[in-house]
């Protein structure tokens, strides 16, 4: 076996000989692979085709044990080093050219305490397998919209959906963290334990250390809730939206609802006709069922003519899978963000403008309502600093075709710019695309970047963990 020649951080190469190869392998739990071996095209594929990275390195982690060893190897090699949780991040930073890849999508471990409503959980689970564990319980704690999406990301710049306006972010829910930081430390990060490390990894991504256990606080929710989709004409749309915002700012914490505008995709509930042309979709649930739910819901289910009402009691668990056949594996992504604090008539305008032209199938504009309990807490509470953000708009632009590259991100950064006026200029760090890290201090980590350059300079002041949404290390 020839060396393993891998990139350094600082644009360099070094050479692993095949003995510091075997004596990786013997000491790591899991497994570690080159380019062409077993496990290699698996670990290194993730959810954005457009991302195409080949490292020169796999390690996939059984363990803390193998990630301390993962970390040691970077460390003392100076190898650029990407972490891999669920492999959903718009940037692809999971993926690196070249460098060492730790993958940690082998961690699978839930625990639930149904007791003390307590999870601990490994950083390679998704937030579907989450659910089924809490779920066992009725119980659960806020995540995103997707079930195949990671929790370790996911939690790591904040976190919500469909719970979150009343049980706030991933990241309010974080009771501690185990954390393995540059030096191949482990570390136990809470309130009570290197409280600012704690503060530091809610919301300030991967830039602390490699998490490989987390420990949430769970609710009780379900098993089942209030939730589902009501579709209309997109002919509706102008009257619809500004009843929505104004709606969702009477809704109690309980109810989320959010807007997608796209073309209508061969759902069994809709005519054929309504296929492939353009809606506005309302996704809502609320967090229980019975009258109080009914009678949230109500005043969005009687607005307009729908096409479709199919909001009812489902299995919570099914609900949080049900926008899965939009967003699978494999397609190409180029994704815009903005934060607002209401969204006016103006923005509606561009919304539907943009709507009304999109430039493939699969593109959305969709519509996110926050507030609730995220804004009760003060911002400088976690890292993540959006506290008074009602209304997060995400331009989802989507094709199968490399050819449609240029016309399909063109259209999203055209929304993008139009919308620009009427934002707060701050962007959620999980949605930002590889090509916007002018926004990552000012936009992503806003008043919480001084204090997070400076948590950076005590855990990882050599920027060993650079491929994400990056914090300098304080001077
Ligand atoms: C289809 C889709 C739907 C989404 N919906 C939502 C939503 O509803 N709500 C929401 O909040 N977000 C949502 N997101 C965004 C999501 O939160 C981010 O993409 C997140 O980064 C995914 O985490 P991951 O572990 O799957 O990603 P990865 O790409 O594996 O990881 C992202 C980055 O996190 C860091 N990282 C990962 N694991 C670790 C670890 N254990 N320790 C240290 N650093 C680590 C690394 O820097 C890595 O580059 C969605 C994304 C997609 C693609």
Same mark, same amino acid.
């Given at each position: 076996?020839?060396?393993?020649?891998?990139?350094?951080?600082?644009?360099?190469?070094?050479?692993?000989?095949?003995?510091?190869? #075997?004596?990786?392998? *013997?000491? !790591?739990?899991? /497994? @570690?692979?080159?380019?062409? %071996?077993? =496990?290699?095209?698996? &670990?290194?594929?993730?959810?954005?085709?457009?991302?195409?990275?080949?490292?020169?390195?796999?390690?996939? #982690?059984?363990?803390? *044990?193998? !990630?301390?060893? /993962? @970390?040691?190897?970077?460390? %003392?090699? =100076?190898?650029?080093? &990407?972490?891999?949780?669920?492999?959903?991040?718009?940037?692809?930073?999971?993926?690196?050219?070249?460098?060492?890849?730790?993958?940690?999508?082998?961690?699978?471990? @839930?625990?639930?305490?149904?007791?003390?409503?307590?999870?601990?959980?490994?950083?390679?689970?998704?937030?579907?397998?989450?659910?089924?564990?809490?779920?066992?319980?009725?119980?659960?704690?806020?995540?995103?919209?997707?079930?195949?999406?990671?929790?370790?990301?996911?939690?790591?710049?904040?976190?919500?959906?469909?719970?979150?306006?009343?049980?706030?972010?991933?990241?309010?829910?974080?009771?501690?963290?185990?954390?393995?930081?540059?030096?191949?430390?482990?570390?136990?990060?809470?309130?009570?334990?290197?409280?600012?490390?704690?503060?530091?990894?809610?919301?300030?991504?991967?830039?602390?250390?490699?998490?490989?256990?987390?420990?949430?606080?769970?609710?009780?929710?379900?098993?089942?809730?209030?939730?589902?989709?009501?579709?209309?004409?997109?002919?509706?749309?102008?009257?619809?939206?500004?009843?929505?915002?104004?709606?969702?700012?009477?809704?109690?914490?309980?109810?989320?609802?959010?807007?997608?505008?796209?073309?209508?995709?061969?759902?069994?509930?809709?005519?054929?006709?309504?296929?492939?042309?353009?809606?506005?979709?309302?996704?809502?649930?609320?967090?229980?069922?019975?009258?109080?739910?009914?009678?949230?819901?109500?005043?969005?289910?009687?607005?307009?003519?729908?096409?479709?009402?199919?909001?009812?009691?489902?299995?919570?668990?099914?609900?949080?899978?049900?926008?899965?056949?939009?967003?699978?594996?494999?397609?190409?992504?180029?994704?815009?963000?903005?934060?607002?604090?209401?969204?006016?008539?103006?923005?509606?305008?561009?919304?539907?403008?943009?709507?009304?032209?999109?430039?493939?199938?699969?593109?959305?504009?969709?519509?996110?309502?926050?507030?609730?309990?995220?804004?009760?807490?003060?911002?400088?509470?976690?890292?993540?600093?959006?506290?008074?953000?009602?209304?997060?708009?995400?331009?989802?632009?989507?094709?199968?075709?490399?050819?449609?590259?240029?016309?399909?991100?063109?259209?999203?950064?055209?929304?993008?710019?139009?919308?620009?006026?009427?934002?707060?200029?701050?962007?959620?760090?999980?949605?930002?695309?590889?090509?916007?890290?002018?926004?990552?201090?000012?936009?992503?980590?806003?008043?919480?970047?001084?204090?997070?350059?400076?948590?950076?300079?005590?855990?990882?002041?050599?920027?060993?963990?650079?491929?994400?949404?990056?914090?300098?290390?304080?001077?």
């Amino acid at each position: 076996m020839p060396d393993v020649v891998l990139e350094t951080a600082s644009r360099g190469r070094v050479a692993l000989s095949p003995e510091q190869i #075997a004596s990786l392998r *013997a000491k !790591v739990r899991g /497994a @570690v692979c080159t380019p062409g %071996e077993p =496990g290699y095209e698996k &670990s290194r594929t993730i959810w954005n085709a457009m991302i195409d990275r080949r490292p020169g390195l796999v390690v996939c #982690a059984a363990g803390a *044990a193998d !990630v301390i060893e /993962a @970390v040691k190897l970077a460390r %003392e090699h =100076g190898l650029l080093l &990407s972490v891999k949780g669920g492999g959903h991040n718009i940037a692809g930073h999971s993926v690196c050219n070249g460098g060492l890849m730790l993958d940690l999508s082998a961690m699978k471990s @839930v625990r639930i305490d149904p007791a003390a409503r307590t999870a601990r959980v490994e950083p390679g689970v998704t937030l579907g397998e989450f659910d089924r564990e809490a779920q066992a319980f009725a119980l659960a704690t806020p995540l995103g919209i997707n079930s195949t999406t990671g929790v370790a990301g996911l939690t790591l710049g904040g976190g919500f959906g469909w719970l979150s306006r009343k049980y706030g972010l991933t990241v309010d829910n974080l009771i501690s963290a185990d954390v393995v930081t540059a030096d191949g430390t482990l570390v136990h990060a809470s309130a009570k334990e290197h409280p600012d490390l704690f503060w530091a990894i809610r919301g300030g991504g991967g830039n602390f250390g490699v998490v490989t256990s987390f420990e949430y606080r769970l609710h009780p929710v379900g098993p089942e809730v209030i939730s589902g989709l009501v579709v209309h004409p997109f002919s509706a749309a102008r009257t619809v939206l500004p009843e929505y915002v104004r709606l969702v700012a009477q809704a109690p914490d309980e109810l989320t609802a959010w807007v997608v505008l796209r073309k209508a995709p061969p759902l069994p509930f809709l005519p054929t006709e309504v296929h492939g042309t353009e809606v506005l979709v309302l996704a809502m649930c609320y967090a229980g069922t019975g009258e109080a739910a009914l009678k949230a819901v109500a005043p969005l289910r009687a607005l307009g003519t729908p096409i479709a009402d199919v909001v009812g009691p489902h299995q919570f668990t099914a609900w949080q899978t049900a926008l899965d056949p939009l967003l699978t594996p494999g397609a190409r992504n180029y994704w815009k963000s903005h934060d607002f604090t209401s969204l006016s008539s103006e923005v509606v305008d561009v919304l539907l403008d943009y709507a009304g032209r999109l430039p493939s199938a699969e593109c959305e504009v969709f519509v996110g309502n926050l507030g609730g309990a995220i804004n009760r807490v003060p911002v400088e509470a976690t890292a993540y600093p959006h506290r008074n953000v009602e209304f997060i708009v995400n331009v989802h632009t989507r094709w199968q075709d490399a050819a449609l590259d240029a016309t399909c991100v063109g259209w999203a950064r055209g929304l993008f710019d139009a919308m620009t006026p009427h934002a707060t200029g701050g962007v959620y760090v999980n949605f930002m695309p590889e090509d916007e890290a002018d926004r990552t201090r000012a936009g992503a980590y806003g008043p919480s970047y001084e204090r997070l350059t400076r948590v950076k300079k005590t855990y990882d002041a050599s920027n060993l963990f650079c491929l994400n949404q990056n914090i300098n290390p304080a001077a």
